[in-house]
């Protein structure tokens, strides 16, 4: 499924970062919700770094209870530390549509 419904558990949200990021420390997924309210997803709530194209440049989270229940637009940022820089990715924005959309 690529388009989520309000209250979708296991949507595989993906972040590309571009670039090798095996070492990197610190990863999460800011994201706000269409209310304005922020939420954030850290290595204890399942995010990790995954492999894109045979490199590991990614980081994925799957969602859980309570993260997608607004329908609307979804701002996220994916952060980490990779060597001395410690800083967001690109924001991405995922589109959560209402029941029976």
């Known amino acids: 499924m690529d388009k989520p419904y309000v209250d979708t558990i296991g949507f595989l949200v993906v ?5 090798d990021v095996s070492g990197a420390t610190g990863i999460a997924f800011r994201i706000r919700k269409p209310s304005g309210v922020e939420i954030v997803r ?3 709530d399942g995010v990790a770094t995954c492999v894109i194209d045979g490199t590991v440049r ?3 989270y799957a969602t859980k ?3 997608l229940s607004e329908p609307g637009p979804y701002k996220i940022h ?5 060597g ?3 800083g ?4 991405g924005t995922l589109t ?6």
Do not use: M
């Not at 972040?15 to 670039?19: G, I, K, L, T, V």
């Open 65 to 67: 209870t309570g993260d």
């Open 96 to 101: 959560v549509r209402p029941l029976y959309a």
């Open 78 to 82: 994916a952060f980490l530390t990779l």
């Open 84 to 86: 001395d820089w410690t």
């Open 42 to 44: 850290t290595a204890a």
């Open 15 to 19: 972040a590309d970062c571009q670039q």
């Open 58 to 60: 990614g980081i994925k």
């Open 88 to 91: 967001p990715g690109e924001v």
